[in-house]
């Protein structure tokens, strides 16, 4: 079993910063991919940023220079450091991977969200 955990997330004054970050744990033999996306209410949902194996990482065009995403491969890690932020950054935030897990071939799995307040 692989499960994502998700940690970070609140709420926060526009201009703010949060961090994010969500661990991959279980029966994985390579992460392809690994990033975030958001939903925020009555939108679909979004990618924000997310980096492949490669080391290529791609933003969202509404986040590049205020997001920063982060992976520690030792501890199937990736990080969201978010600066900057603003109100229409209010979302739920979504950890997503693709993995190849030892029995159960590659799929996409995602945590459970996090919400993200930007708010004064």
């Known amino acids: 079993q692989v499960q994502l955990v998700e940690s970070g997330g609140g709420l926060v004054q526009p201009g703010g910063s949060l961090r994010l970050s969500c661990a991959a744990s279980g029966s994985i033999v390579s992460i392809d991919r690994m990033g975030w996306y958001r939903q925020a209410p009555g939108k679909q949902r979004e990618l924000v940023a997310r980096i492949t194996s490669g080391d290529n990482i791609n933003y969202a065009d509404g986040v590049k220079g205020r997001f920063v995403l982060s992976r520690d491969n030792a501890k199937n890690t990736v990080n969201l450091q978010m600066s900057s932020l603003k109100p229409e950054d209010t979302a739920v935030y979504y950890c997503?991977?693709?993995?190849?897990?030892?029995?159960?071939?590659?799929?996409?799995?995602w945590g459970q969200g996090t919400q993200v307040t930007v708010s004064s």
């Open positions: 997503h991977a693709l993995i190849r897990a030892l029995l159960d071939g590659t799929s996409d799995y």
